[in-house]
């Protein structure tokens, strides 16, 4: 079964320092991964999303994401953080049947002053 | 162009009682699904819909009930509502012509349902 795992439920940095936000993935085939935002008392929102088409993805707000097949892992990253990034991250595996996402437990991100 | 609505936004219930979510989207999307949002869990996948009216059963069923009558609206029920099922629930949608697995899932805002 695909399943995806994030590591670190809080992470904090301060304003325009490094984020960086682990995720492993397990799948015995080629996976389809994805990150997702939620902002406070809001739905998900999708950042971007990896389809084999290349290795570095870049998505939406300056957040980027490399696939690693030889370390299993998709972690994202931005160069520096805005205050503006504090939210809950999700990564995402995609199914290889019924068609949903198996989703990891979420990483909580805190960008302090 | 609304994309995912969910109704209602909040609602408090006592054990027992039913109720019904109500997910609406106007992409004309074909597949549509039901999560569940719980501290330290993530998302998982109560019931989804691959089409107008088909439903099939996620990881976390037991206790729903789902309808897709319409191929914009699908309905998530609760038959008599029991306090381990106070959660957030997030309706999604995709289009997927095919076994296309790159397609992006669009949230709604979210129910926020507390069981007495």
């Known amino acids: 079964a695909q399943s995806v795992t994030q590591l670190g439920s809080h992470v904090s940095v301060s304003e325009g320092a490094l984020v960086l936000l682990r995720c492993n993935y397990s799948s015995s085939v080629p996976p389809y991964l994805f990150w997702y935002v939620q902002y406070p008392n809001q739905g998900l929102q999708l950042l971007l999303k990896?389809?084999?088409?290349?290795?570095l993805v870049k998505g939406i707000n300056g957040f980027e994401a490399e696939f690693k097949k030889s370390e299993t892992s998709f972690h994202l990253t931005k160069p520096s953080a805005h205050m503006s990034d504090a939210a809950e991250y999700f990564c995402?595996?995609?199914?290889?049947?019924?068609?949903?996402?198996?989703f990891g437990k979420g990483t909580s991100l805190l960008v302090t002053p | 162009n609304a994309g995912v609505t969910q109704t209602p936004k909040f609602r408090v219930l006592k054990t027992g009682q039913s109720m019904t979510l109500l997910c609406a989207q106007d992409?004309?999307?074909?597949?549509m699904y039901w999560y569940r949002q719980d501290p330290g869990m993530g998302l998982r996948l109560i019931h989804y819909?691959?089409?107008?009216?088909?439903?099939a059963k996620g990881e976390v069923p037991d206790g729903y009930n789902v309808s897709r009558l319409k191929k914009q609206n699908f309905l998530l029920g609760l038959e008599s509502a029991a306090p381990s099922q106070t959660s957030v629930y997030f309706c999604?949608?995709?289009?997927?012509?095919?076994?296309?697995?790159?397609?992006?899932?669009?949230f709604g805002p979210g129910t926020r349902l507390l069981v007495l």
């Open positions: 992409m004309n999307h074909e597949y």
């Open positions: 995402a595996v995609s199914r290889n049947s019924g068609y949903a996402l198996n």
């Open positions: 990896y389809t084999s088409a290349a290795t």
């Open positions: 999604a949608s995709s289009y997927s012509p095919g076994q296309n697995f790159q397609e992006t899932q669009y």
């Open positions: 819909s691959v089409g107008e009216g088909t439903t």
